[in-house]
């Protein structure tokens, strides 16, 4: 999917691809496999998240180590993602 945004490098609106690909990351030492969602600018070749993409990626990430932590995260907001996971790190 490509969409027409504004790239901070380019500092201009360029064609930029929607991705969503499996990516890996670490939290607390454990390490975490989620789907990362963004774009890529196809003139630089510069990724970067829109806000709510940004949220998005954040909140695959608390859900992936807290279902880790053994702690169902499926009922959870976005608050309560982020203070359970704050707490499972502290046991
Ligand atoms: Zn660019």
Avoid: P
């Amino acid at each position: 999917m490509i969409e027409k945004l504004s790239c901070s490098d380019c500092e201009s609106v360029q064609d930029c691809e929607y991705i969503n690909q499996a990516e890996e990351t670490e939290m607390k030492g454990i390490s975490i496999n989620y789907i990362a969602e963004f774009y890529k600018c196809l003139s630089c070749g510069n990724e970067f998240y829109t806000y709510g993409m940004q949220d998005r990626n954040i909140d695959s990430i608390l859900r992936v180590y807290l279902s880790k932590m053994g702690i169902d995260s499926l009922n959870m907001n976005r608050r309560q993602l982020i203070d359970a996971a704050k707490l499972a790190g502290n046991r």
